[in-house]
């Protein structure tokens, strides 16, 4: 069955109203009443419903079944991501909400390309990237939409990350003797449940930065012998996580 997204309050009385995606329904999948679709509203709860009015601006289903999302991971992935640029930055809330990440927050720092003007950019980029995050939702199966934040400093970042079970630092320039494997660095959290996830912008941390995550307890570690893109780092932490944690 396709599969829609709509907003929690817009389901009541056994109807759910689709706006967002109304003339999707209507023009390019050319669908009929009475056809049977799958509607999620991000909190976690499923509908089976059947098409009872199709319009360019509003469609309605009937709701013949209500479940809840078995989709979603136990553990709580956060990931803090150094700006990049605009493009990849698309590409990593993508990918992240695919393999499972809880949230997303976009981190400044000092070697960031990307830059945010004011408080109203940051506003209008999270915008645009939570529409991201829902379209990579309602492509994976997922019940909840990840949530991508407004921009925020690499200090509160770090302030953030404090109140994780278990933060990691994946950080290429520390000598070998600094950093921990990653292995043993999960096992020595066996109960841990929320994770954090640093990354840096393509440029990596200035040495300020990382010398003032070492000092607040985030943890160090490698992936391995070869330096990955910033847009890779994601993508192959999330899930050993999620696999270590018997998620995969």
């Known amino acids: 069955m396709r599969r829609f997204f709509t907003e929690p309050q817009n389901i009541s009385g056994g109807v759910a109203e689709i706006f967002e995606d109304s003339k999707h329904i209507e023009k390019v999948l050319r669908m009929n009443c009475g056809d049977r679709i799958l509607i999620f509203d991000g909190s976690g709860t499923e509908y089976i419903a059947e098409l009872v009015s199709i319009k360019k601006n509003l469609c309605q289903a009937r709701i013949l079944e209500e479940t809840q999302s078995l989709s979603e991971p136990q553990v709580k992935i956060t990931l803090f991501q150094g700006l990049p640029k605009s493009g990849k930055m698309e590409t990593i809330i993508q990918k992240s909400v695919e393999l499972g990440v809880f949230e997303i927050v976009p981190v400044i720092m ?23 995050s829902v379209e990579a939702v309602k492509q994976c199966g997922r019940g909840l939409i990840p949530k991508v934040l ?11 990350m404090k109140e994780l079970d278990l933060s990691l630092m994946p950080y290429e320039l520390l000598g070998h003797e600094g950093k ?25 941390f200035s040495d300020e930065e990382a010398a003032f995550a070492l000092e607040n307890e985030i943890t160090a570690i490698g992936l391995g012998r070869r330096i ?16 270590d944690r018997n998620e995969i």
């Open 110 to 132: 000092e070697r960031c390309v990307t830059k945010i003007a004011n408080k109203s950019a940051g506003e209008e980029k999270a915008k645009r990237w939570n529409k991201v």
């Open 228 to 243: 990955l893109r910033t847009e890779t780092v994601s993508g192959a932490l999330i899930p050993i996580i999620m696999f």
């Open 150 to 160: 407004e921009p925020v400093s690499f200090e509160k970042a770090i302030e953030m």
């Open 180 to 204: 921990t494997g990653l292995k043993k660095v999960l096992s020595d959290k066996p109960d841990a449940t929320s994770f954090g996830i640093l990354v840096g912008p393509e440029g990596g």
